[in-house]
């Protein structure tokens, strides 16, 4: 897989987390919105590597 296309999926993975972070926080969940939070940083960190050229 090229780095554009994996970068593309880490982006919409971070994108999706968000968007179920939000509607675990309007539903009043908060572990829920803890699990999705820690995702999208972990997506976030391993994008950045990713980007850098570090695997």
Do not use: K
Request: proline share 2%.
């Amino acid at each position: 897989m090229n780095v554009d296309r994996a970068g593309a999926f880490y982006l919409v993975g971070v994108a999706l987390n968000a968007v179920a972070f939000v509607f675990a926080l309007a539903d009043g969940e908060p572990l829920f919105a803890l699990a999705f939070g820690l995702v999208m940083v972990y997506l976030g960190i391993r994008y950045r590597m990713h980007a850098s050229g570090g695997q």
